[in-house]
């Protein structure tokens, strides 16, 4: 069964620190672009950061980067999401899904009907709040 958990998230102080995880099975992660989006309450959901099946090209969105890390581990099929010095605009449910990266890592959107999984998951709810 091909599957995409989403785990980690939280309620975290901002300035604070989080890990989010993103677990593939039925499939290898490493052969496909992946990446976190994220949905505030009240937006549409927006690309937070991508990363290659090469891990060559890396996406951040602008108001992440600096503070948030993707990073793959093949022998546990598995991405993360490191995230430091988290600020209220941060808060919303964060999902992992398929993805394509255009240009040399400058946009990335969700690739959901080319990739072996073609729905969103549960996701993992991330509150920032003091």
């Known amino acids: 069964q091909v599957q995409l958990v989403e785990s980690g998230g939280g309620l975290v102080h901002p300035g604070g620190s989080l890990n989010l995880s993103c677990a593939a099975s039925?499939?290898?992660?490493?052969?496909?672009?992946i990446g976190w989006f994220r949905q505030a309450p009240g937006k549409e959901r927006e690309a937070v950061s991508c990363?290659?099946?090469?891990?060559?090209?890396?996406y951040y969105s602008t108001s992440v980067r600096g503070r948030f890390t993707i990073s793959r581990d093949d022998a546990k099929n598995t991405v993360y999401l490191q995230m430091k010095n988290v600020k209220p605009a941060d808060t919303g449910i964060y999902y992992c899904?398929?993805?394509?990266?255009?240009?040399?890592?400058?946009?990335?959107?969700?690739?959901?009907?080319?990739?072996?999984?073609?729905?969103w998951g549960q996701g993992t709810p991330v509150t920032v709040s003091s």
């Open positions: 899904a398929t993805s394509d990266i255009y240009g040399w890592g400058e946009r990335c959107v969700p690739a959901l009907s080319s990739g072996p999984k073609n729905d």
């Open positions: 039925g499939f290898t992660l490493s052969d496909y672009a």
């Open positions: 990363l290659s099946a090469s891990t060559l090209l890396v």
